[in-house]
């Protein structure tokens, strides 16, 4: 296939009730069009705002293919700066977060902006004069991201005008941002511990995939997961389970434990495993931390909070957490066989050190790149990468447990290892990209 | 036992990277003392195992995981192996505390992991933190700094 410029027709076409065509992974066509349409026309996650607790603070990312500046204004609310001086295109911020201050300050001609982008100063000013800079494009300053909502210290940034507003489009499925902040006995969440950064040469959409796979864990996790199980078996007897066992061995639960926790369908691509229990449901208390839920929301919240075992809450296109343990995945895509995946961790604020303490080992043993969970999975993208290119079947199955009746359900709880979640996914990857390429 | 001298303490930090590159991998954990640890922090001078991420932080039980695992028949990571090479500088003893019987030692080094055609160079520092237990050298603490520590990475799949 080809022609996808422009194609409204050609990009829908990839997308069937049970399959997708293989150039959704590897045409790097289809990539370009997702960066100018799927990533403008979807609200995607741009950092917690903890990052930039103070006026001045800022980090720099990407949405998509764009470099932004998540930024504290003076006013001390959270702006989404494009990442570029007005003037030569310059990147403005040399370290990836910092304090600049009152105003931000390019490095090769000095040309000064407040921390909502809006121009300051240009030295020697008087060589624009009755240039006509008043209708240039530099003098607007760095150009904000018009759209960006923070919900509870998570922010979201919109890059175009076209698709939903925050609210209609996340919908119900904020509830597990809820439940991951109200795990805070003072209702608040900070990044904490650093960003493993691990690099994956295959499609960003197999990693979001991926998070809702539950007929892969037993399969693909069998060598480290069942390793450890195996191994902990020859511990003398009477010796307390380790935390690193405990984290492991939930992975090779069997299929039956999978099919019974549940997915949630939500629409708009969002959705999660873990509806009545999950891999995070039967880790060790940890002393204190119930009383101080107890004393911050009163026993039966507290108890309706920690019930809550959501395994992988997916917030599409390209985000995915997990309440339980703190933890959130942002898979960004830089080249149609390229994606970085960065693991973020938070504390919980109020609550012991030992949550963070396990969510950083669990997040070093299973997301690093030196995590013997992690190598598997790349092994398994990397081939499926590779294997796309054979000509002879062009097409990815995401039959399981489909039904037509889906297709007026937006929203469900149904069987764990239902592949609804990755149709759900792709229905709205047609949407989000078809919506701002005008009619045919 | 005497004391090891400096010499004893160099020799066994190159016989544990001969080990890795031999895949020698039982005789390397046996390196080990019951409460070891391999470090390989995240962040540049970390001084926090705990409370800040590192890429390896590993207690003997999960190196022994990661040891059994590389033999299994399902390891799909590991079909083709890895394979990796150790150069290190001549180590250099930093401290050596003959009371109690503790010694630490530094090694620049570079590292070489190849598998398929692929092949990977980090460069870092081990500090081996040693100590006489029933007489022989043991592995209290090994500590690998990449210096490139907080870069994004492929997999990396043996041991440095």
Known sequence: MNGYRGGVDAIRGLVRETEVHRDIYINQDVFQLEMEHLFANTWVY?????????????????IGAQPVLMVRHTDNTVRVLHNRCPHKGVRITTETCGNTGKFFRCPYHAWS?????????????????????????????????????????????????????????????????????????????EVAGGVLRYMHNCNWKMLVENQTDTCHPMVAHESSAGTAVEVWKNAPPGTKKPMAVE???????????????????????????????SIHSDYSAVPGYFQMMVEAHGEARAKAILDENRHNTVYFPNTMIKGPIQLLRLFKPIAADKTLVESWTFRLVGAPDMLLERTLMYNRLINAPTSVVGHDDLEVYERAQEGLHVDANQWVNVQRLYSAAEMSEPTAVT????????????RAWAKFMTMSMGAQ | ?????????????????????????????DLFAEDGIYWMPLEWGQTDPRLTASLMYEDKLLLKIRVERLKGNRTF????????????????????????????????????????????????????????????????????????????????????
């Open chain 1, 113 to 189: 902006f407040k921390t909502d982008g809006s121009l300051l100063a240009i030295p020697l000013r008087k060589g624009y004069e009755n240039t006509g800079l008043e209708t240039s494009h530099a003098v607007a300053g760095m150009t904000p991201v018009k759209h960006v909502r923070n919900y509870r210290g998570f922010v979201f940034a919109k890059l175009s005008d076209h698709g939903p507003e925050f609210e209609e489009y996340f919908g119900e499925s904020l509830s597990s941002i809820d439940n991951m902040v109200d795990r805070s006995p003072a209702g608040r969440l």
């Open chain 1, 46 to 62: 741009v950092g917690h705002d903890s990052q930039v607790a103070n006026a001045g603070d800022y980090f720099g990312t990407t």
């Open chain 2, 77 to 160: 990571s590991q079909k083709p192996k890895s394979r990796c090479h150790h150069l290190l500088q001549v180590p250099q003893v930093d401290q050596r505390d003959d009371a109690t019987g503790t010694y630490t030692v530094w090694t620049p080094m570079h590292y070489v992991e190849t598998r398929f055609d692929e092949q990977q160079l980090y460069a870092a520092w081990a500090t081996h933190t040693l100590a006489v237990v029933d007489g022989h050298l043991r592995i209290k603490l090994k500590r690998v700094d990449l210096v490139n520590c907080d870069a994004a990475f492929g997999s990396i799949q043996l041991f440095m």
């Open chain 2, 1 to 29: 036992m005497s004391p090891p001298s400096n010499q004893d303490l160099i020799d066994f930090v190159t016989r544990e990277a001969r080990l890795i590159d031999q895949h020698r991998l039982e005789e390397w954990l």
């Open chain 1, 247 to 277: 984290i492991f061995a939930p992975f090779i639960s069997p299929y039956e434990f999978y099919e019974g926790m549940g997915i949630r369908i939500w629409p708009n691509g969002h959705g999660h495993t873990g509806v009545s229990h």
């Open chain 1, 415 to 426: 069987n764990g290892t239902t592949e609804w979640q990755m149709r759900n996914q792709f």
